[in-house]
């Protein structure tokens, strides 16, 4: 089944950068949109960044400017590169494979288990 792997979270100071990747396995790459998503404590978890697979994006207003999404279909990765972080941008930060075949009907989609992002002020 389809399985998404995230990777590169840490602690960063302020102003700093970090790239998140998120390898997708098991299925074909270029049916499913790859979704950012960011989870606070205490807060709701947020779509930060979506990109299709005709590299279309679109960004949480709060990070445009600082965060690019980026996919690289011939690696089944999309990267998140996060510069300039700010400590409200601290989360644990998802990616989601949604099947693009089920959007309208049934919203198919796969999650992975999360990438911690700490930001020091």
């Known amino acids: 089944q389809v399985e998404v792997v995230e990777s590169g979270g840490g602690l960063v100071q302020s102003g700093g950068s970090l790239r998140l990747s998120c390898v997708f396995y098991g299925s074909i790459f270029s049916w499913y949109v790859i979704e950012w998503h960011r989870q606070a404590p205490g807060k709701q978890r947020e779509l930060v960044a979506v990109i299709t697979s005709g590299q279309n994006t679109n960004y949480l207003d709060s990070v445009k400017g600082r965060f690019t999404i980026s996919r690289d279909n011939a690696k089944n990765t999309v990267y998140l590169q996060m510069n300039s972080l700010k400590p409200e941008d601290t989360a644990v930060y998802y990616c989601?494979?949604?099947?693009?075949?089920?959007?309208?009907?049934?919203?198919?989609?796969?999650w992975g288990q999360g990438t911690q992002v700490t930001v020091s002020s």
């Open positions: 989601n494979a949604v099947d693009i075949r089920t959007v309208r009907t049934v919203r198919e989609e796969y």
